[in-house]
């Protein structure tokens, strides 16, 4: 398969800890890369390979995967991290891009 | 201070052309393959085409196959996106992105230019 899902729509309350998750079969063999959206912005990076974060992103974000399933992790969310988040993966079957649909994360 | 700023969006009849370009700096232009993808309002976002360093390796979403070519002036450090047979579905804000050589992830992204298909 070459595509990739998210779930349309997380909440999480001010503080608490929530995980966004992102489901393909090419998350087997590729690294998922997250990004952050906030309205009339350009995305920005928070997480490549997978786990690591670019210099600049609190360490609040982390990701991992398990199988099929990579998971972005906000721990201790806070009201500014509220933004859609798109998860990236490869498909070797041709596209070299895959997004995500997208999730919204709202903070409570 | 690095840059990509992309130019060239604006309101286009359906099966009008429309060139696009996303100028590079403040980095080495050419150590970076390039990408576009798209945005239609209220959606996510959509993979366009890629460009390789050089120039010589591009690939198209289906969605824009024959239609889009995506090309480079390394000396001009500018990524460029030519749209033909534009369509109401194209309406979209362009993003350029790079990927540094030797990684897989778009590290920068410009802030795009919107592309209206209205008759």
């Known amino acids: 398969s070459s595509e990739v899902t998210q779930d349309p729509a997380v909440s999480v309350a001010l503080g608490q800890t929530v995980s966004i998750t992102c489901q393909g079969d090419s998350l087997r063999y590729y690294y998922a890369t997250w990004y952050q959206q906030k309205p009339g912005q350009a995305p920005i990076l928070v997480i490549y390979n997978e786990n690591h974060r670019p210099s600049g992103i609190p360490d609040r974000f982390s990701g991992s995967r398990s199988g099929n399933t990579a998971s972005l992790t906000i721990t201790g969310a806070q009201a500014e991290d509220e933004a859609d988040y798109y998860c990236?993966?490869?498909?070797?079957?041709?596209?070299?891009?895959?997004f995500g649909g997208g999730t919204k994360l709202t903070v409570l | 201070q690095e840059q990509l700023v992309e130019s060239g969006g604006g309101v286009v009849q359906p099966g009008r052309s429309l060139r696009l370009s996303c100028a590079g700096s403040g980095f080495t232009f050419n150590n970076f393959a390039m990408h576009w993808v798209r945005q239609a309002p209220g959606a996510g976002l959509e993979w366009v085409a890629l460009i390789s360093y050089d120039g010589n390796n591009k690939y198209y979403a289906e969605s824009v196959k024959g239609r889009f070519t995506i090309s480079r002036d390394n000396s001009r450090n500018t990524l460029y996106l030519q749209m033909n047979s534009l369509r109401d579905d194209d309406t979209a804000v362009y993003f350029c992105a790079r990927v540094r050589f030797g990684t897989s992830h778009f590290d920068y992204w410009g802030r795009g230019t919107l592309v209206a298909v209205s008759s």
């Open positions: 990236i993966s490869r498909d070797s079957s041709g596209h070299p891009v895959i």
